[in-house]
């Protein structure tokens, strides 16, 4: 007896405490998060392994940077903040670049990274991966924090959560370092540490003189145009948007990530007359939108200036989350600062039922100009050029997504990207996925796999051969995980085109790859399904056969190396190709 009292001494003391792991775990999961996106190694190998244990989703990639970008993306999808779990230095500095990401383009994320010990990393006596990882993700993140008591993992986790979706949603940093995770505290005091935050995303009411102000603007419009950019479909207050569009009568821009927040079908929609619209209205109201490079900074000649700084003449009526954002390219004369979903709420109950339509000289000329442009493209889509370009292969994809309008779409690319925001059509809110704010490659498959998991239905990605080629490895984690995701990889042998030649004739050129190289053989290695595409028909087959059997599939679409344009559609922002001119 006497033996075994202190073995059982010793369970019962065990059963009582927590350590730094549990804390974490049991922190996430009080806040209702469930999946955690990551890349397992020292200090967190067994982090991902409890996690998983204890029930929620562990997602694991082969390289931190799409583990991030899936992460960034759930944020978008879900308004709850995407976990991405990393190593430290190599791991971390892989998964910074998401997080970065996230902060521009105003997703909630936490970037958790393991990192080596304190003391040693302070006094740079080299420690494993040693990294001052707290410093170098300040500047990129919107907030960074550091644990290094397992009392304190409530609060830094909460604290974190409370910074990404709060207001202006963003990327924060959460160091964990090695020590914290093996840290026991008694269980029940643990458990009391632990923070279960409370309304993370506060509304924040607009002010009644910013809408009253707003509203006389749109009333006093002769050529309203209304934006809504990806802020807007963040929001999820797609009802009301829609009441808002469809009560006021004015014509509406979405931007690439807004597409779908009402069909892009929809009679109101000027996508097809964008560069009518922008330079013609005189009253704009930016819903979630920000006029930077996307939408030419507010000035110049895409907005009827003379030259490339000039006021086109327009007043903005801007609703945004952020107080600073107002003014920052050209004078907003109407800034309605507040949550979207309580700013169009706000403006709904001030225009009433009985709001005067736009006049209907601007109607009637947006619709000509738009109608004009969609038959011309019409009959471009309707060629069947052999080898097949971007227009032939697109129009597949854009009847797939019209008979799968609850399919999320990803996209990335610049000729694939351009053609297909113009292309294809989006029915639903928050089903297209893209480059967005920095315009960056490698999004593709973090996106696919955090898609496939939050929307819980099928994806199709349409990538340009070199934008895939930047986490084209996760194809075995689609793979892996057996997630019903067809990529369609737009194959025009490089970058842009695939014809340059290095003038001196030793190399290839820089913008080239392989010719006709066979992605889709990449995804057989794994199990996936690949296929060769040459002609529309082909691709047709192939995307009915991946979203009826759901198995991960690749298409490698053959498309025309003449084909594309440098730059796809932002020509104009390159240096060299801006002097030929
Ligand atoms: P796009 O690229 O589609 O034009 P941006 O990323 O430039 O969109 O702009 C999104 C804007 O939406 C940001 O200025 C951000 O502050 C704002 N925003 C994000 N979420 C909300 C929200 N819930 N309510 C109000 N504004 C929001
Ligand atoms: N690196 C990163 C991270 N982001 C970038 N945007 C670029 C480089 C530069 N870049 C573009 O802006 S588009 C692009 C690069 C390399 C690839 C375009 O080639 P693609 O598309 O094959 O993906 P198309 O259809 O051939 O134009
Ligand atoms: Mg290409």
């Not at 697109?394 to 113009?422: C, Q, W």
Request: net charge positive; aromatic share 6%.
């Amino acid at each position: 007896m006497g033996t075994v009292e202190p073995q059982i001494a010793a369970a019962d003391a065990k059963a009582q405490t927590a350590d730094g792991f549990k804390l974490v775990i049991d922190a996430l999961k009080l806040n209702g998060i469930d999946t955690i996106y990551g890349l397992p190694g020292i200090p967190i190998t067994d982090l991902t392994r409890r996690a998983q244990a204890e029930g929620l989703r562990v997602l694991a990639f082969r390289h931190e940077q799409n583990a991030g970008y899936a992460a960034s993306i759930a944020g978008f999808l879900t308004q709850k903040p995407g976990i991405c779990l990393t190593v430290s230095a190599p791991g971390f500095l892989n998964g910074l670049n998401a997080l970065a990401h996230a902060t521009v383009n105003c997703f909630p994320m936490i970037l958790i990274s393991g990192s080596s010990e304190r003391e040693i990393v302070d006094l740079q006596q080299g420690d494993y991966e040693e990294m001052d990882q707290l410093a170098i993700a300040k500047p990129v993140a919107k907030a960074a924090f550091r644990v290094l008591h397992a009392e304190d993992i409530g609060v830094g986790i909460a604290r974190a959560i409370r910074a990404a979706v709060s207001g202006r949603p963003g990327g924060v940093y959460l160091d964990l370092p090695a020590k914290l995770f093996a840290q026991s505290i008694d269980a029940e005091l643990g458990k009391k540490t632990l923070i279960k935050v409370v309304d993370a995303a506060p509304k924040q009411i607009p002010a009644p003189e910013a809408v009253k102000r707003a509203l006389d603007l749109l009333r006093s419009a002769k050529k309203p145009l209304i934006i809504l950019g990806k802020g807007a479909a963040y929001a999820q207050c797609d009802t009301e948007i829609r009441a808002l569009i469809e009560k006021t009568g004015i014509p509406y821009l979405p931007m690439s990530m807004a597409k779908g927040l009402l069909p892009d079908t929809h009679e109101q929609c000027a996508s097809a007359a964008r560069s009518f619209v922008l330079p013609g209205a005189d009253v704009v109201m930016l819903v979630g939108a920000r006029l930077n490079w996307l939408l030419s900074h507010g000035k110049g000649k895409t907005w009827g200036g003379k030259a490339a700084k000039d006021w086109g003449g327009q007043k903005f009526i801007q609703i945004d989350i952020s107080p600073q954002e107002a003014d920052s390219n050209v004078r907003i004369d109407a800034p309605v600062v507040g949550d979207i979903g309580s700013c169009v709420s706000a403006l709904l109950s001030g225009i009433g039922s009985n709001f005067a339509k736009p006049p209907s000289e601007w109607l009637n000329a947006v619709s000509e100009k738009k109608n004009a442009n969609i038959a011309k493209m019409g009959e471009t889509l309707a060629k069947n050029p052999s080898p097949m370009n971007f227009h032939s292969a697109l129009n597949v994809v854009r009847d797939i997504v019209k008979a799968n309008p609850d399919a999320m779409f990803v996209n990335e690319g610049a000729n694939a990207l351009d053609f297909a925001r113009s292309i294809v059509d989006m029915y639903k809110p928050r089903k297209r996925i893209d480059v967005g704010t920095w315009g960056i490659m490698g999004v593709g498959m973090g996106y696919c796999v955090a898609a496939a998991v939050v929307g819980k239905g099928p994806v199709i990605a349409v990538e340009g051969d070199s934008a895939f080629g930047f986490s084209g490895m996760e194809v075995e984690t689609i793979c892996r995980y057996n997630l019903p995701v067809c990529i369609v990889i737009m194959n025009n042998n490089g970058v842009y085109k695939g014809t340059d030649k290095d003038p001196t004739g030793r190399d290839p050129a820089p913008t080239v790859f392989v010719k006709g190289a066979r992605y889709d053989k990449l995804m057989e290695a794994f199990g996936g399904v690949g296929v060769n595409a040459s002609t529309p028909a082909e691709l047709r087959k192939a995307m009915e056969e991946a979203i009826r059997s759901g198995k991960p599939t690749l298409i490698n679409a053959v498309i025309d190396e003449t084909a594309g344009t440098e730059s796809g559609r932002i020509t104009s922002l390159n240096p060299t190709a801006g002097k030929k001119k």
